[in-house]
């Protein structure tokens, strides 16, 4: 199977822009969670989308929001961007149900200038 | 908060040598544990997982260790190897939160020629 894929890989945005990142989980997965990876905050998850339903949700701002579609493919946004939102962005798949791992993309880096 | 910790923040072994990277919890709830490795410029790949029904448990040259009364767990890499060197994450999570992992700060390893 192919693995967790996300576009863009790479985006250089400006403080106030908007973005939108996507990510496509592994076929027949419909968990997708995303994560934000700085040097000093470390991994820290944002929210997981099931079935279309956000499930669960971390200590984030409201700016910080996503969807999910019928064929799993999830989409996370950031609106009115600040130099701080900087990371590396991760989405992971999980198979749902009782399945508890999680298998990571290779990530979208963003860069807030 | 930082719900898991982990220690040491940076580690160097010689080639042959063992590798131990420590992670201690609160939150009783968790019931899933796994450790992830991540490589420069890729996602988090997961290395092994261990359930606080068991002590033990061990994939190759990769062993959990983990003890529950102490919420501590911990990860062994024997005959460590410098294709070993990358970032090791331990993680937390718990099913009624969706599985939503809790992350450690991380380890960088560097393995020795």
């Known amino acids: 199977k192919a693995g967790v894929t996300q576009t863009p890989r790479y985006l250089i945005k400006t403080r106030g822009q908007q973005v939108t990142l996507s990510c496509s989980p592994i076929?027949?997965?419909?968990?997708v969670s995303w994560y934000q990876q700085t040097p000093g905050q470390g991994l820290q998850f944002l929210f997981e989308?099931?079935?279309?339903?956000?499930?669960n949700k971390g200590n984030f701002p409201g700016r910080f929001s996503g969807r999910q579609f019928s064929n799993s493919r999830s989409e996370m946004n950031v609106s009115t961007l600040e130099l701080g939102d900087s990371a590396l962005y991760l989405c992971?798949?999980?198979?749902?149900?009782?399945?508890?791992?999680?298998?990571f993309g290779p990530g979208t880096r963003l860069l807030v200038l | 908060q930082q719900q898991v910790k982990q220690s040491p923040q940076s580690l160097i072994v010689q080639k042959g040598g063992i590798s131990i990277i420590n992670c201690a919890y609160e939150?009783?709830?968790?019931?899933?544990f796994p450790w992830y490795q991540q490589f420069p410029g890729k996602g988090p790949a997961l290395l092994i997982a261990?359930?606080?029904?068991?002590s033990e448990k061990k994939e190759g040259r990769f062993t959990i260790s983990f003890n529950k009364s102490a919420k501590q767990f911990s990860l062994h890499i024997m005959d460590s190897q410098p294709g070993d060197s990358a970032t090791y994450f331990c993680?937390?999570?718990?099913?009624?939160?969706?599985?939503?992992?809790?992350f450690g700060k991380g380890t960088s390893l560097l393995v020795t020629p």
């Open positions: 989308y099931f079935s279309e339903t956000q499930r």
């Open positions: 939150n009783t709830a968790f019931d899933y």
């Open positions: 261990i359930r606080p029904d068991v």
């Open positions: 076929s027949g997965h419909r968990s």
């Open positions: 992971a798949s999980r198979a749902g149900g009782g399945q508890e791992t999680q298998y």
């Open positions: 993680a937390a999570s718990y099913s009624n939160s969706g599985y939503a992992l809790n």
